[in-house]
């Protein structure tokens, strides 16, 4: 069993950034692929990035790819979320997602979430 803590949303401005973290409970963190996903309200979740468990592999939403990147400190059993040049289309709950060994960038491909952190970010 995992547990997933998110932290570090808030309110930025469209340019800005932030950094979500990520913090995993339990011993078997580095066996398991992780990945980011956010939901706007009205929308469906969507998938925003992934990385294995070696951070070797790592995938993007198109719509985040040059502005977001995913990494990962298995020693402190964490996984990130750097967020640059934010954009208002950005503003949704934010959820950190587990799953055992592969990445992938279905939500339904995923066994454990957390709770999921606010960005909001403004025009």
């Known amino acids: 069993q995992v547990q997933l803590v998110e932290s570090g949303g808030g309110f930025v401005q469209a340019g800005g950034s932030l950094r979500l973290s990520c913090l995993a409970s339990g011993r078997t963190f580095s066996t398991y692929g992780m990945g980011w996903f956010r939901q706007a309200p009205g929308k469906e979740r969507e998938f925003v990035a992934t990385i294995s468990t070696s951070k070797i592999n790592t995938r993007y939403a198109d719509s985040v790819k040059g502005r977001f990147t995913i990494s990962r400190d298995n020693a402190k059993n964490t996984v990130y979320l750097q967020m640059n040049s934010l954009k208002p289309e950005d503003t949704a709950v934010y959820y950190c997602?587990?799953?055992?060994?592969?990445?992938?960038?279905?939500?339904?491909?995923?066994?454990?979430w957390g709770q999921g952190t606010q960005v909001t970010v403004s025009s």
């Open positions: 997602a587990g799953r055992p060994l592969v990445i992938a960038t279905q939500a339904t491909q995923y066994d454990y």
